[in-house]
């Protein structure tokens, strides 16, 4: 999945790269645990949480998300677009997991709105 922000890729970056800042765009309820880990619950089930471990790069852009209840990873990159930032997310399944992928396409989708709204509400700081 793609999708592009009308702000700077340092601008998206701030916001990825940082698990502190997933609840403000991470579809569902997120609890960060700390630098590289945080807690997501898919539509806020209390009975569901599922811990997950992020690991950056920010030479090439990237972030990786696994989560450490079942077998599905996230990874996310970055690239200059002009002016704004072409952002990519893929999501990678166990074969066990594959009934999952159309409800993953849609928390994408919206968590990739929900990434790209606030990165360009945010002033810029130049």
Known sequence: ????AGAPVEEVWKLLFDPSRFPEWWYGTVRPDGP???TWWLGGDPDLPMPQRMRTDAAAGRVSISCQVNDVRFAWRLAADGDGTAIEVHAELAPSEAHRTEGLRSIL???MLSLTELAEAQPTSW
């Open 36 to 38: 590289e880990d945080f």
């Open 1 to 4: 999945m793609t999708g592009r």
């Open 109 to 111: 989708t919206a968590s």
